[in-house]
């Protein structure tokens, strides 16, 4: 089992930066993909951007260049994080945190950015 818990979402003007985090628990040692994914309003959830456990990144089109993905590990905990910059009102919904691991996959409670002016 895994456990996943966000934080960092907020409301930020356009053009402002933001930055998740996202700490993972458990059996941490099995999971070999860590992604974010948000969900707008009335939209279906999409992928945003993975890292793997080698440290391999790629990013949806739609952030290329303003978001980065990053993570760390510290004792018993994988610490995944998500730098935005440059946010624009598309932007706005609701992110969460999933980890693929060998058994299964995981996803956090989620947590909402709002870019508005």
């Known amino acids: 089992q895994v456990q996943l818990v966000e934080s960092g979402g907020g409301l930020v003007q356009p053009g402002g930066s933001l930055r998740l985090s996202c700490a993972a628990s458990?059996?941490?040692?099995?999971?070999?993909?860590m992604d974010w994914y948000r969900q707008a309003p009335g939209k279906q959830r999409e992928f945003v951007a993975r890292?793997?456990?080698?440290?391999?990144?790629?990013?949806a089109d739609s952030v290329k260049g303003r978001f980065t993905i990053s993570r760390e590990v510290a004792k018993n905990t994988v610490y995944l994080e998500m730098q935005l910059n440059n946010l624009k009102p598309d932007d706005t919904a609701v992110y969460y945190c999933h980890a693929t691991s060998s058994v299964s996959g995981y996803w956090g409670q989620g947590t909402q950015v709002t870019v508005s002016s």
């Open positions: 890292i793997t456990s080698g440290g391999i990144t790629n990013y």
């Open positions: 458990g059996s941490i040692f099995s999971i070999f993909a």
